[in-house]
């Protein structure tokens, strides 16, 4: 599976922007799909996920309410609404691809197989 990530941009803190991640390649073996992002100097950390079948989601603490994740399986897309942003959700943001064949933490890194090469988001204040 192969992901591209497009969408991100310079916001203003307060506005909103929408990220996107395009599968291909077998994109019908994923299971769940995340994003993720990585703040200067900081470790990579979870953002929100959905799974492909059901469209379950589940989201950080630091984004719930504010972003929402969703997915479009007829365009093998996934997307990131990020609303209210603020100065702290700057950082790249990464789609991320499970494949796996069992149910896991969709929050830990580790377990995602594929990943998209990423796109920056810059909120300023």
């Known amino acids: 599976v192969q992901l591209q990530a497009s969408g991100g941009g310079l916001a203003q803190a307060g506005g909103s922007l929408r990220l996107s991640c395009v599968a291909s390649g077998r994109p019908s073996s994923t299971k769940v799909m995340a994003w993720f992002r990585q703040a200067p100097g900081k470790e990579r950390e979870f953002v929100a996920s959905?799974?492909?079948?059901?469209?379950?989601?589940y989201y950080a603490d630091s984004v719930k309410g504010r972003f929402t994740v969703s997915r479009d399986n007829a365009k093998n897309t996934v997307y990131l609404l990020l609303e209210g942003l603020k100065p702290e959700d700057t950082g790249v943001y990464y789609c991320a691809a499970y494949t796996g064949p069992v149910p896991v933490s969709v929050t830990n890194m580790a377990v995602y197989n594929h990943w998209g090469q990423g796109t920056l988001v810059t909120v300023s204040s």
């Open positions: 959905v799974w492909r079948s059901v469209g379950r989601t």
